[in-house]
């Protein structure tokens, strides 16, 4: 059975980025201004990190799901 890791995704307002982490891989850390631009680099991360932490499946194929969250606070017109 083929194993999905989850990527936690999440806005940082005050810096004005996206921010990966995950529990399922070992050391990622990422920003990135656009949610597209970090989608990217968790393509290349995501099995770097599973190769260096011995955990990339045998069929060298690393199956992961972005899940993102954004807060925004919207206020009344006057």
Known sequence: ????HVINAMWDTDAAVWVATSDDVPGLVTESK???ALLKKLRTLVPELLELNDAMP??????????AERHEVSHAAE
Do not use: C, D
Not at 1 to 4: A, G, N
Not at 58 to 67: F, L, Q, T
């Open 58 to 67: 045998r069929s060298g194929k690393a199956s992961y799901r972005a899940v």
């Open 1 to 4: 059975m083929r194993r999905e």
């Open 34 to 36: 656009t949610f597209e």
